[in-house]
């Protein structure tokens, strides 16, 4: 049966796991991956919540209440930090979590809730809560403690959106306590608030305001590079967390080179662009010459 209703959406990905992979080997890392969101199940449906899917090395939950989702959260990122094992092998997560309007059907759940909460999971760093400030509005209780992190653009939503970072550590005396510890969308103060990219005579300018910029091989990216060793959909250029950041989706990987540093092999990985370099897509910038992308943040 199809029904809307309010809710809490929660992504929960494991944090580095290529890395995990390329040290640990293909058998070891994906036991591990299992274990830790074997581990986030529990929590989630401890707190009354119902897992919707696993991808690879991310979670998705929904969970009835505001204060539920938020105490998972905070319980999720605290079992990660005393479990032995996990700790032995440098495990995290990182959570991003929204409560709203969610379609159920057919055992899955969709909407502007969900996006929202997958965009709160796409901010969110390394042992990070990332949820929106009109989660907090619907919480009936005491909520856990929160700092500001300014604005995020949110696909399908006019405005950026107030977001927050949850305090789920119990002990907060080495923290600091600085409001908008990062600040996102601040254009008076925050430096870096434009990337410049050229390719081929093409000049594209994105701000801190501007949509997750796609790059690949596909016609339905925002720059698109026909070649054999380009993928449909290669690289994706975003502001988050206070800087322009470069994420590869690709096969080949790709070639970043900012100012006179040795150049930089991307795989399924991010990487934050400064000053002004070269992207290369596919191939390293020697051999892919007539296809450079330039860039300079400003």
């Known amino acids: 049966m199809t029904q809307s209703r309010p809710q809490t959406i929660l992504f929960a990905d494991v944090s580095g796991s290529t890395r995990l992979f390329e040290t640990k080997g293909d058998v070891e890392a994906r036991r591990l991956i299992a274990l830790v969101l074997d581990a986030l199940s529990l929590i989630c449906q401890s707190h009354g919540g119902r897992v919707i899917k696993t991808i690879g090395d991310e979670i998705m939950c929904t969970i009835p209440t505001a204060l539920s989702g938020l105490q998972a959260a905070c ?27 969610a379609l159920d059907e057919n055992g899955d759940v969709y909407g502007d809730a969900v996006n929202t909460a997958a965009r709160m999971a796409s901010l969110a760093k390394r042992e990070q809560i990332v949820t929106t400030a009109v989660t907090l509005t619907n919480v009936e209780g005491k909520a856990p403690e929160t700092r500001s992190l300014g604005k995020a653009r949110v696909s399908g939503k006019l405005f950026p959106i ?35 990219l050229r390719h081929k005579g093409r000049l594209v300018e994105l701000n801190v305001n501007s949509q997750p910029f796609m790059m690949g091989r596909e016609a339905s990216n925002g720059l698109v590079i026909e070649a054999d060793w380009v993928s449909r959909t290669h690289a994706q250029i975003e502001y988050k967390r206070g800087h322009f950041v470069i994420a590869d989706r690709s096969t080949n990987a790709t070639y970043v080179r900012i100012g006179e540093d040795d150049e930089q092999r991307v795989h399924r990985d991010e990487l934050h662009l400064r000053k002004s370099g070269t992207i290369s897509l596919g191939q390293a910038s020697d051999v892919n010459a007539n296809e450079l992308i330039r860039f300079e943040v400003s």
Do not use: C, N
């Open 75 to 101: 319980e999720m990122q605290r079992k990660m930090a005393r479990d032995i094992q996990f700790v032995r092998e440098s495990l995290a997560v990182r959570i991003g979590l929204h409560h709203g309007e």
């Open 162 to 196: 107030e977001i927050v970072d949850v305090i789920w550590q119990e002990d907060t005396s080495g923290m600091t306590t600085v409001q908008s510890a990062v600040k996102l969308f601040d254009t008076h103060t925050e430096a870096g608030g434009t990337l410049r």
